[in-house]
């Protein structure tokens, strides 16, 4: 990686490549800093367990989760994206946080008794922060929990096991399954008109929410320090946030199991898994870090 004329936080020159590495500098950055904002991923969660349906192996059956996740699949065969949604949500009775979510709780806990600002920006739609502690929280991507009519547009919390009766045991990964078949008016439908639901997530070729995405330009605007965890950056917009924050002077921390096309960009790199990095990243400073003082 090339040399970048990086800030000189501390008032000493660090070389670039080291400085990403330098967890003592990160830590005193994050002690003196006034807003926070973090943006998760799937890594943060697939150690707790829970199916990513990326990469290589990331199939259920025979499909993989794009060809799956848009509006002409459920369209053209609702019950077998159910099936897909179903499985999920089953899945997710049986996982928990791990220290990853707690640690990024802690850390909203402890900066808004400071006085402070911190806001969790999750492409994930388990919920698996929520259950940690975290409650300053945007779903960027929607809930496995939450369903909205296809009538009348209302969303609403579902967190029913099943959701329905005709999906009770459906929605197997095994590769020789095949879709059941189940016709729409036994599928899950609203409480209100009657409609057919949908699981409430943003599908491939679909936009985020407008008040979603003006919730989350509103609070980058006011951060000094950013966080990207567990995360590709590869699915747009929410891959282009931390690009446009560092090239705005916006001080980036990068957390992941693997460098990234964008870690280069950042002032900071910690190489590994969330749940094993980030609790010492983002524990309570000590007394040294709170009395370094900090300069852009």
């Keep these: 990686m090339a040399d970048r004329g990086l800030p000189d936080i501390f008032g000493f020159p660090v070389d670039a490549r080291e400085e990403q590495k330098d967890m003592n500098g990160f830590r005193k950055v994050l002690a003196h800093a006034k807003s926070v904002v973090a943006l998760t991923g799937a890594g943060v969660s697939a150690e707790s367990g829970v ?26 065969d609702p019950s077998l994206v159910w099936e897909f949604y179903h499985y999920r949500r089953e899945v997710m009775l049986t996982k928990t946080y791990n220290p990853a979510h707690l640690a990024l709780a802690n850390l909203e806990k402890r900066l808004i008794n400071e ?7 999750t492409q994930n739609i388990d919920r698996l922060h929520q259950a940690a502690g975290s409650q300053n929280v945007v779903e960027l991507h929607g809930s496995l929990f939450l369903t909205r009519c296809l009538s009348c547009s209302e969303v609403k919390e579902n967190r029913d096991s099943p959701i329905c009766a005709s999906l009770k045991d459906k929605g197997a990964p095994d590769p020789d399954e095949k879709s059941a078949g189940i016709p729409a008016d036994q599928l899950p439908r609203c409480s209100s008109c009657s409609g057919l639901l949908r699981p409430h997530v943003v599908w491939f070729g679909e936009s985020l929410d407008t008040n979603v995405m003006s919730k989350s330009y509103s609070v980058m605007c006011e951060c000094d320090l950013f966080l990207v965890i567990g995360t590709s950056s590869v699915v747009y917009p929410a891959a282009g946030f931390a690009l446009n924050l560092a090239n705005k002077g916006v001080l980036v921390a990068e957390f992941n199991i693997e460098p990234t096309t964008a870690t280069s960009a950042f002032n900071y790199h910690f190489h590994g898994k969330c749940g094993e990095i980030l609790p010492p990243a983002l524990a309570p400073p000590t007394e040294e870090e709170l009395s370094t003082k900090t300069e852009k």
């Design 51 to 76: 199916p990513t349906f990326r990469g290589a192996g990331g199939y259920w059956r025979t499909y993989q989760a794009q060809q799956l996740a848009t509006p002409e699949a459920f369209s053209e």
């Design 115 to 121: 006085g402070k600002q911190f806001t969790l920006l």
